[in-house]
């Protein structure tokens, strides 16, 4: 049986990387040039798509859940090796 994956989109894994590197809603979404109940809306939204809470909302600063904590996580390793890769392919240089 084939399983489909929920599709988010990079401005989804920014808006999440956002509010983490923020602490706060009303400051990503200041960084992000849009209102905290619009982000909020979005954040609910993925979160519905993924199936998980990402986000315990309940406490201040934010604190992320575990399932949070895991796709951060493994979105930090995704960008290290992105970032990794553009180095490596600079040193290749013209062919």
Same mark, same amino acid.
Do not use: C, Y
């Given at each position: 049986?084939?399983?489909? /994956?929920?599709? =988010?989109? #990079? %401005?989804? *894994?920014? /808006?999440?990387?956002?509010?983490?590197?923020?602490?706060? #809603?009303?400051?990503? +979404?200041?960084?992000?040039?849009?209102? !905290?109940? +619009?982000? &909020?809306?979005? *954040? &609910?939204?993925?979160?519905?798509? /993924?199936?998980?809470?990402? =986000? %315990?909302? %309940?406490?201040?600063?934010? *604190?992320?859940? +575990?399932?949070? %904590? #895991?796709?951060?996580?493994?979105?930090?390793?995704?960008?290290?090796?992105?970032?990794? &890769?553009?180095?490596?392919? &600079?040193?290749?240089?013209? !062919?």
């Amino acid at each position: 049986m084939t399983r489909i /994956l929920p599709s =988010i989109s #990079f %401005d989804d *894994v920014r /808006l999440i990387m956002t509010i983490v590197e923020q602490q706060n #809603f009303t400051r990503a +979404a200041n960084i992000l040039n849009m209102t !905290q109940p +619009a982000l &909020s809306k979005r *954040v &609910s939204a993925l979160e519905h798509v /993924l199936g998980v809470r990402l =986000i %315990d909302r %309940d406490r201040r600063p934010i *604190v992320l859940t +575990a399932e949070g %904590d #895991f796709l951060i996580q493994r979105w930090i390793k995704i960008f290290e090796d992105i970032q990794g &890769s553009i180095m490596d392919v &600079s040193e290749v240089g013209p !062919q």
